[in-house]
């Protein structure tokens, strides 16, 4: 295995996650991609809908976003794990499995927030849409979320 996919949603397990995929890349000598998708924005495509103050909001919350996935990058590679990040927007599992293809994935890993039934059956779950969907291996990291 040389490349690892590890999609992260800032969310209270990305450490986990992040902990789990740096552990497997140290075993195998393996590079790890973070990955961030953020959400489709369809009203916000043309970039000329809905209220400046509201543009500007998302515009500068997606810039803190990706300063936030190249600090974590940049920290894993001084820990010494060869480490890329990339932003994506688009709808989350077919953009995770997407970049697994493009960018050669031997394996994703990614975490599951164990929501119940109800949550998985009105939202879905995003690991396991990617489960389903991907064509290489996924570990899930379990997150339980206080």
């Keep these: ?4 996919l590890v999609p992260i949603d800032f969310s209270a397990g990305t450490e986990k ?4 995929a740096q552990q497997l890349a140290t075993a195998i000598n393996a590079q790890l991609r973070l990955l961030h998708v953020a959400p ?13 103050v509201v543009r500007t909001q998302v515009a500068n919350d997606l810039r803190e976003e990706h300063r936030h996935l190249q600090r ?13 990040a990339r932003m994506v927007m688009g709808p989350f599992v077919e953009t995770i499995v997407d970049q697994a293809e493009l960018s050669l994935a031997d394996m994703i890993v990614i975490g599951s927030h164990g929501h119940g039934a109800l949550f998985r059956m009105v939202l879905g779950s995003v690991s396991e849409g990617v489960v389903r969907q991907s064509d290489c291996p996924v570990l899930v990291v ?5």
């Design 1 to 4: 295995m040389e490349l690892l």
């Design 17 to 20: 996650v992040l902990a789990t």
């Design 40 to 52: 489709p924005e369809p009203d916000f495509v043309p970039y000329d809908a809905g209220p400046a």
């Design 72 to 84: 974590l990058a940049l920290q894993l590679n001084e820990e010494g794990i060869k480490t890329s």
């Design 142 to 146: 379990p997150i339980r979320e206080e």
